[in-house]
């Protein structure tokens, strides 16, 4: 059975701690895509008007994020240059962080992963996991040996990344059933256009992870639609 991730897209702080409150006695782990209004035209917390505060306190210490004794948290990080801020969601505590392939440089990705990568990260012993996410239109033949150095990648089920609701892009199906016949081992984890009727067919490609936002929070019973989706 894949793992189900509720996904937060969050204006602002009170949105994580309502929505993570919600699904916390159900779920161990969430999802909260961070949006700086520059990789993808879409902005949520820390870079909306006021979020700046929250952020900042829990970067001190002084705060910590919503449910942080039972849940962990994934970030994924739909911002230009995500090198720079890496650390940042290293700090709030992270247990694994998601970077766009087409968000940064080669020479800033090497670097990166020469910290945090799957193999030879200095930085490994944080128990901080690394994802890549790339998107239909991503040749994974062009990818070669990257991917070892992910713990996981995450294939977007979108065109337009950044905000929920989007149609399924089809393409993605057969991205996914690509990545599991070259990398077996691999842990396939699909965002965007996830519900009740594309999930079995995405775990029928080969996909572990299943992150669902709008189709999940935006139902009138969240954990029924939760048992629904876990019970597929």
Same mark, same amino acid.
């Given at each position: 059975?894949?793992?189900?991730?509720?996904?937060?897209?969050?204006?602002?702080?009170?949105?994580?701690?309502?929505?993570?409150?919600?699904?916390?006695?159900?779920?161990?782990?969430?999802?909260?895509?961070?949006?700086?209004?520059?990789?993808?035209?879409?902005?949520?917390?820390?870079?909306?008007?006021?979020?700046?505060?929250?952020?900042?306190?829990?970067?001190?210490?002084?705060?910590?994020?919503?449910?942080?004794?039972?849940?962990?948290?994934?970030?994924?990080?739909?911002?230009?240059?995500?090198?720079?801020?890496?650390?940042?969601? +290293?700090?709030? &505590? #992270?247990? /694994?962080?998601?970077?766009?392939?087409?968000?940064?440089?080669? $020479?800033?990705?090497?670097?990166? !992963?020469?910290?945090?990568?799957?193999?030879?990260?200095?930085?490994?012993?944080?128990?901080?996991?690394?994802?890549?996410?790339?998107t239909p239109d991503t040749d994974i033949k062009?990818?070669?040996?990257?991917?070892?150095?992910?713990?996981?990648?995450?294939?977007?089920?979108?065109?337009?990344?950044?905000?929920?609701?989007?149609?399924?892009?089809?393409?993605?199906?057969?991205?996914?059933?690509?990545?599991?016949?070259?990398?077996?081992?691999?842990?396939?984890?699909?965002?965007?256009?996830?519900?009740?009727?594309?999930?079995?067919?995405? +775990?029928?490609? &080969? #996909?572990? /992870?299943?992150?669902?936002?709008?189709?999940?929070?935006?139902? $009138?019973?969240?954990?029924?639609? !939760?048992?629904?989706?876990?019970?597929?």
């Open positions: 059975m894949a793992q189900i991730i509720p996904a937060i897209l969050p204006q602002h702080f009170e949105e994580i701690e309502d929505k993570a409150s919600r699904v916390a006695p159900y779920v161990t782990l969430v999802q909260v895509d961070i949006c700086d209004g520059k990789f993808v035209p879409s902005t949520t917390w820390p870079y909306t008007k006021g979020s700046e505060e929250s952020f900042k306190l829990i970067l001190k210490e002084q705060a910590g994020m919503p449910q942080w004794d039972t849940l962990d948290y994934e970030f994924d990080l739909m911002v230009s240059e995500p090198e720079k801020v890496f650390e940042h969601y +290293v700090s709030l &505590g #992270a247990s /694994r962080i998601i970077i766009h392939l087409t968000s940064v440089s080669h $020479d800033s990705l090497a670097q990166l !992963l020469s910290v945090y990568g799957k193999k030879g990260g200095y930085m490994s012993m944080f128990d901080v996991e690394i994802g890549l996410a790339i062009d990818l070669g040996e990257l991917i070892s150095q992910f713990h996981f990648v995450q294939v977007m089920g979108i065109t337009k990344i950044g905000f929920q609701g989007q149609p399924f892009d089809s393409r993605a199906v057969s991205v996914i059933k690509s990545l599991r016949e070259l990398h077996p081992e691999l842990i396939i984890s699909v965002d965007g256009g996830v519900n009740l009727d594309t999930a079995k067919i995405l +775990v029928e490609a &080969g #996909a572990d /992870r299943l992150v669902v936002g709008s189709a999940l929070f935006k139902t $009138d019973n969240v954990i029924e639609t !939760l048992e629904a989706f876990e019970s597929l």
